[in-house]
């Protein structure tokens, strides 16, 4: 097997980190796979590396402002309020704003952030980043254990350098996050093997392939309980095999939640842990250069085992080493047996016994045959640095003068004409689209990972709540006269308005006052 150089980024903080009592993501489980790693004497063999933190403003190249801000100043005591009551940013109990939970975020993005790096520069063949793999966290709110998409901005790193990227996921749960990221842009294909019917986040199925430029590049492979290694291997090799050959991708990322093991408490797959990592086995085959993410998995000691086996794969010498497990930190975790194994259990596969993994990789395999070959991208040159650093924008000279003011009171009165939050109708409003070509819709629900429950958010689609804005029907105007942004008709002096202008509106959360008129169409109630 050809020696690969492999990048592994580890930061030692990144397992001190809890979500809280009872709650069952625990990052420790990464330190866990990190000792077991090290026992096996395998970090000698890797180029070891500690990730440089992700910064806010590297997370806002995704994520919203509004939403990082949020992040970085939550707190477990302020999180009620700054939630407005669990209505934005984190709803339900699956993201609880636990201590330190910014500082988690930019641990994981960071680390997937530098292994593109690694990759784009030519450094490492494989990168791994067992920290990273978070794919349910969405633009401007977490999702499912996941507060920031570092797979995500990972892939928007590697998009600089290379002209194609194919993001394979084999977590239980749907990487719904990722294909909402990419539904609409040939450029990345999404590629998801997870469990799909009453089980979140109830996204995933075969009719969802893309849209506009997007459209067939966006593939699903939604399967049953108990699927195990042989299934498994059944469906994957022959759907990844057509998209590299259609698709013809210059990277892999591949996020390797290991819920979709056997045992596992959250998931329902009967995978063992050569069936897991024969996915890493086949990527490595391929050499393309490779992104190992980690994600869910909620046994932790077989989290620990499995991506410990895995990172064994990324450097080939998976046949070497001992299946007794050596003396770690954690060696009592791992009884009774002591060793580098998941085993399957008893659970049924009925993904065969009424056919439906034929059926479902013959739909997979007749959307890529719809693909005539590899989309073509323009040649750009890659820029050196962000375009806000070489405008100056966000620099301080020596003097320490701040940003210029104009473009501060611009920003703050962006914030809040554009409150960023759903409405009944967004997401809806193209009816020339046929049902399969829709954009991805709007959630209107939230469903819960922990118990694959529709949870109701107040003011989220519901007919109840607070009033929302209409993001598109803004009436905010510059004035050149007044030299800021006005809102509707009223002038910033209040002359002629209906009580305390500007200053009432945004005391009162851009909402009508008791007694107001109703002539501004813009503000509308919830259950609209």
């Known amino acids: 097997m050809s020696k690969k150089r492999v990048a592994y980024y580890y930061d030692g903080d990144v397992g001190a980190f809890t979500y809280g009592l009872g709650h069952p993501m625990k990052p420790h489980r990464i330190r866990m796979a990190h000792d077991l790693i090290a026992s096996y004497d395998m970090l000698d063999k890797m180029h070891v590396l500690r990730p440089k933190r992700a910064t806010p403003e590297t997370m806002t190249s995704f ?5 990082i801000h949020f992040l970085s100043r939550v707190t477990p005591e302020t ?45 490492a063949d494989i990168a791994i980043n067992w920290a990273g793999g978070l794919h349910h966290a969405k633009k401007r709110e977490a999702s499912g254990f996941c507060y920031i998409n570092d797979i995500v901005l990972g892939i928007l790193e590697l998009l600089r350098t290379y002209p194609r990227v194919l993001y394979i996921d084999i977590d239980c749960h749907h990487g719904d996050g990722v294909e909402e990221a990419f539904y609409t842009t040939d450029r990345v294909m999404t590629c998801s093997f997870h469990k799909f019917g009453e089980y979140f986040p109830g996204t995933g199925t075969q009719e969802d392939r893309g849209r506009e430029e997007g459209r067939n590049y966006t593939v699903n492979v939604p399967l049953k ?18 998209i590299l050959e259609v698709y013809r991708p210059s990277a892999v990322v591949l996020q390797c939640g290991a819920d979709s093991l056997a045992g596992d408490k ?17 990527l490595r085959a391929t050499n393309i250069p490779l992104i190992l993410l980690g994600g869910g998995g ?37 009884g009774p047996r002591y060793r580098l194994e998941v085993p399957e259990n008893n659970m049924e596969d009925l993904n065969v016994r009424d056919g439906s993994l034929d059926k479902v990789r013959r739909t997979a395999l007749q959307q890529l045959a719809q693909i005539g070959g590899p989309p073509s991208v323009g040649m750009h040159d890659v820029p050196r640095q962000s375009v806000g650093r070489h405008l100056g924008l966000g620099d ?38 046929d049902e399969s070509d829709e954009p991805y819709p709007a959630r209107r629900k939230r469903m819960s990972i922990m118990t694959n429950r529709y949870i109701d958010v107040a003011g989220s689609g519901s007919g109840k709540g607070a009033p929302q804005r209409r993001f598109f029907r803004s009436a905010a105007r510059w004035d050149e006269r007044y030299g800021r942004v006005l809102v509707g008709k009223e002038p910033v002096l209040g002359v002629g308005v209906a009580k305390g202008g500007l200053a009432a509106m945004m005391e009162a959360g851009g909402r009508r006052t008791p007694g107001e008129a109703n002539g501004d169409e813009d503000w509308e109630d919830a259950s609209v």
């Open 266 to 282: 959250l998931g329902c797959f009967n995978i063992t842990m050569q069936g897991h990592a024969h996915c890493v086995q086949f």
């Open 298 to 334: 909620y046994t932790t000691k077989n989290v620990a085992r499995t991506w410990t086996y895995e990172t064994a794969c990324a450097l080939g010498i998976e046949d070497d080493i001992d299946l007794n497990l050596p003396w770690n930190e954690y060696f009592e975790w791992f």
């Open 225 to 242: 309980d108990g699927i195990t290694d042989e299934s498994f291997r059944n469906v994957f090799e022959p759907i990844v095999s057509r």
């Open 396 to 433: 301080q000279d020596e003097e320490g003068d701040q940003a210029d003011e104009l473009d501060r009171k611009l920003a703050q009165h962006a914030r809040f004409v554009y409150r960023l939050q759903e409405t009944a109708g967004a997401g809806a409003s193209d009816e020339s689209q």
């Open 79 to 123: 999180a009620e309020e700054l939630t407005f009551h669990g209505t934005r940013f984190l709803m339900g109990e699956d993201n609880p704003a636990f201590e330190g939970v910014f500082e988690f975020c930019s641990i994981s993005a960071g680390g997937s952030i530098a292994a593109a790096q690694r990759l784009t520069s030519g450094a």
């Open 63 to 67: 994520h919203t402002d509004e939403y």
